[in-house]
């Protein structure tokens, strides 16, 4: 099995499949289906993704996911449930997809519904979702330049992980070679509205580190000529403290003492 695209299982025929897809059309992920259906067969986005567990198949030789099978993740802008479906196919993890577009989690709840897995998907901002100390893994790929708050995710990236839970981020950064500290403000750029922020690569570390994660480590840097000057995409793996290495301050409570 080729384990760069899910394959699913379904007793539906090839027509009767095709129709319901074709409520998501255009697809941008290949799923493929045991009956000889493809979303790569039906209206496509441009790009078009022929291996979208590429960067989950990337985290896996950095999260020991094997020992900690079983538990729970967190799928952070899970698109069409890819990712969370095959962690709960191959590892029975509980899943838990979050994403702001109602197309895409119909799509996903419709996915799950054809692999018989413990998978919720649920129509929320990745910068607000809120279950503190419930999961074991969170993967937030793609999603934190998308956002206007990239920090206030990434912190609820942080509260909703166990102790000792991973958080595997992939994301766009921007490193200029003169200056480390120069985040850039991408807003609108590719003509795309829900473009923000580019964050240097220092800067994301040291807030992964302020926030309280541990253990920062660069999985994969891939530098695509798509890309604007001085940015590159990023894949980032971080762990949650079984305690707290220092007591981070309470800066709302700070303001109002003054």
């Given at each position: 099995m080729d384990e760069s695209f899910l394959t699913l299982h379904t007793t539906l025929a090839p027509e009767a499949l095709k129709e319901k897809l074709r409520h998501w059309e255009p697809w941008a992920h290949r799923i493929d289906f045991d009956n000889g259906v493809s979303t790569k067969d039906l209206k496509r986005r441009i790009p078009f993704s022929e291996q979208p567990l590429n960067k989950l198949r990337m985290v896996e030789t950095a999260i020991p996911f094997e020992d900690i099978s079983g538990g729970r993740l967190l799928d952070i802008g899970c698109n069409a449930g890819y990712n969370s479906i095959y962690a709960a196919m191959k590892y029975r993890f509980s899943t838990t997809g979050v994403d702001n577009s109602p197309r895409h989690i119909e799509g996903s709840k419709f996915l799950a519904s054809l692999s018989d897995v413990s998978?919720?998907?649920?129509?929320?901002?990745?910068?607000?979702?809120?279950?503190?100390?419930?999961?074991?893994?969170?993967?937030?790929?793609?999603?934190?330049?998308?956002?206007p708050n990239p920090l206030l995710s990434l912190q609820r990236s942080f509260d909703n992980l166990k102790p000792e839970g991973y958080l595997a981020l992939e994301t766009q950064v921007y490193d200029h070679p003169q200056d480390p500290n120069i985040c850039y403000f991408m807003h609108m750029q590719n003509n795309d509205p829900s473009n923000f922020w580019a964050l240097s690569t220092p800067v994301l570390k040291k807030n992964l580190e302020l926030i309280g994660f541990a253990n920062i480590r660069e999985v994969k840097r891939v530098v695509l000529q798509t890309l604007a000057e001085h940015m590159a995409r990023i894949i980032v793996v971080a762990r949650k403290p079984e305690r707290p290495a220092y007591s981070r301050p309470n800066v709302a409570q700070n303001m109002n003492e003054r």
């Open positions: 998978c919720e998907f649920h129509c929320e901002s990745a910068e607000t979702f809120s279950r503190p100390s419930e999961f074991d893994v969170v993967l937030h790929f793609g999603t934190l330049y998308h956002l």
